[in-house]
Antibody
Framework: QVQLVESGGGLVKPGGSLRLSCAAS????????MSWIRQAPGQGLEWVSY????????HYADSVKGRFTISRDNAKNSVYLQMNSLRAEDTAVYYC?????????WGQGTMVTVSS | EIVLTQSPGTLSLSPGERATLSCRAS???????LAWYQQKPGQAPRLLIY???SRATGIPDRFSGSGSGTDFTLTISRLEPEDFAVYYC?????????FGPGTKVDIK
């Protein structure tokens, strides 16, 4: 079935780095834009980044620009989020989502906690 | 950047009642690229409506979306017990594709 599975979350100190992965299955991954969206504890949804089918078009939220890098490997059906210079305010559940128009398929999320 | 506001913040209703949720945009949403999502505690959001009024795959017809320009509405015709959740609107017509703050529908 159509599925997205995130991994790579965990506890990291302020200023540290983490790389999230999202593995897709059940659909033609290379045909879809992909996004990362996050949700801080008890808060709403915040779009983080998206990447086009080929990886040529990439956008970031202002809150992560210059610190986070999105990438994809169509041969591995995976999208990634490299997160550097992490701050306490980056603490959130990070979801990857498929984006043919709106975000129609979501993963279960991976928790990132930034704390000393 | 388009900013979305949702009202009310919380809607307290009983099963079987009609729910009307509002989403207002600070600028016109291009081509009605407006979506609605449902999120239950501990779960990922689920797409309900895209293109302002098109139901996503598998979504019951008691959910309907309407509106254009800057004003959009999600209507749940008769609330079922599983519909009590938080609902978010989102625009994807321009970057950044932002979300509204959410409306919580809880049991009265």
């Amino acid at each position: 079935q159509v599925q997205l599975v995130e991994s790579g979350g965990g506890l990291v100190k302020p200023g540290g780095s983490l790389r999230l992965s999202c593995a897709a299955s059940g659909f033609s991954f290379s045909d879809y834009y992909m996004s990362w969206i996050r949700q801080a504890p008890g808060q709403g949804l915040e779009w983080v980044s998206y990447i086009s089918t080929s990886g040529n078009t990439i956008h970031y939220a202002d809150s992560v620009k210059g610190r986070f890098t999105i990438s994809r490997d169509n041969a591995k059906n995976s999208v990634y989020l490299q997160m550097n210079s992490l701050r306490a305010e980056d603490t959130a559940v990070y979801y990857c989502a498929r984006a043919p128009h709106a975000f129609d398929i979501w993963g279960q999320g991976t928790m990132v906690t930034v704390s000393s | 950047e388009i900013v979305l506001t949702q009202s009310p913040g919380t809607l307290s209703l009983s099963p079987g009642e009609r729910a009307t949720l509002s989403c207002r945009a600070s600028q016109s949403v291009s081509s009605s690229y407006l979506a609605w999502y449902q999120q239950k505690p501990g779960q990922a959001p689920r797409l309900l409506i895209y293109g302002a009024s098109s139901r996503a795959t598998g979504i019951p017809d008691r959910f309907s979306g309407s509106g254009s320009g800057t004003d959009f509405t999600l209507t749940i015709s008769r609330l079922e017990p599983e519909d009590f959740a938080v609902y978010y609107c989102q625009q994807y017509g321009s970057s950044p594709p932002g979300f509204g703050p959410g409306t919580k529908v809880d049991i009265k």
